[in-house]
């Protein structure tokens, strides 16, 4: 081949050579692409898993329709509101998830597994009918009965029909099919939702200026205002409470006690210690001027009792 006047011949030939890689990854890039779709890859093919009369790809179409993946993730993708569903059906198995899908505001129990394992398709994809032999087979569903069963769950109850159940149940038994590696890891159901209570204890714990628990016990043993100091921040109140005269979402505590209080019906009180109980007991009994009613939470004597409201008070004074 003859190069163009004036032309380098080595410029010709590195334009060749650039084009023959570039050829040899398309190549390539096409060969990989193709052999990522052929069955032979041992990879769970959606067409071919079947719950009941529902195959996956149906499952999916269900799976779309009601916006799970607004709250949950599948291998990752979705939103992070609720758990991840990857496992699930490979987890707690056939009967939980017919438990809990049609009334997902409520955590199955062992008898609500009982019920769904008298039916056909649940027994014969479980694989048992035998309620102890499915808790034993599928572990996820024994630990969610023992640690939330009969419990309020965040999830909103769908209006799922029968059909559609059976579809998202082939869906999700075919995400538990898919060879994703070993992801996602195990997630932690004991640690899921912790209790108010706890959380702040929690967060209070871990704060830099908080003694060691076992000291802060002995401590509060002997000193009232210490024990109430410690419970208001364990019962949430300083969310809404300065503990100064500062307005938070509540009156601040300030010099409170024995101060007069003017209340919302233009009458007033003097904070005297039946009026602070009171106020804890039940917030809307007397509502101080300017502040609205049931936005304080009523602390009864099963959240608060005799003892503790007594160091309440004495925390209260001393400020
Ligand atoms: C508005 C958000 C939202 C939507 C939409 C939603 N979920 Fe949930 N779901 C949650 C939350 C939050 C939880 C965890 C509840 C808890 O821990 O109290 C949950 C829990 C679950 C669980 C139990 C998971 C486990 O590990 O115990 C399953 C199964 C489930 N959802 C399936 C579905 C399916 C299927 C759909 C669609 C038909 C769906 N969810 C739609 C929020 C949602
Ligand atoms: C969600 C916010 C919120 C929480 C949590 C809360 N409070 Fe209140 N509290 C208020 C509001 C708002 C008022 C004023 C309206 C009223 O009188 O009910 C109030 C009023 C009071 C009063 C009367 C104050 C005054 O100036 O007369 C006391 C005492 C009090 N709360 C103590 C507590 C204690 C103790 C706790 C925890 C056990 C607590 N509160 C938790 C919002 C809250």
Redo the contacts with the bound molecule.
Sequence with gaps: MSCLNGTDCRETAKRRTALAILALMLAIFLILSLWSFLPSRQQALPTLIHYGEADAVQGKRVFQAYNCMGCHTIVGNGAYFGPDLTRIYADAGPAWLAAFLPSAAGWPTATAIQVQLQNATVQKEAGTADPQEYLTRYPGAAERVQQRGGRHTLMPNLPLQASEITALMAFLKYTSAMNTEGWPPKPHTDRRLPAPAQSVAAAAAAGPTSAPAPAAAAADAQDPVALGKR??GE???????ATDQNR??????GG?SD?T?A??DGTS?T?DDN??IE??RQ??A???AG???H???P?DST??NESDMKA?VAY?RSL
């Design positions: 419970l208001v019962l949430g109140c300083v969310a809404c409470h938070l979402v509540g009156p601040g505590w409170l101060s209080v209340l919302a009180v904070a009026y602070l106020s804890i917030p809307d007397k509502l101080v502040y609205p009613p936005v304080m939470p602390y959240l608060i309440i209260l």
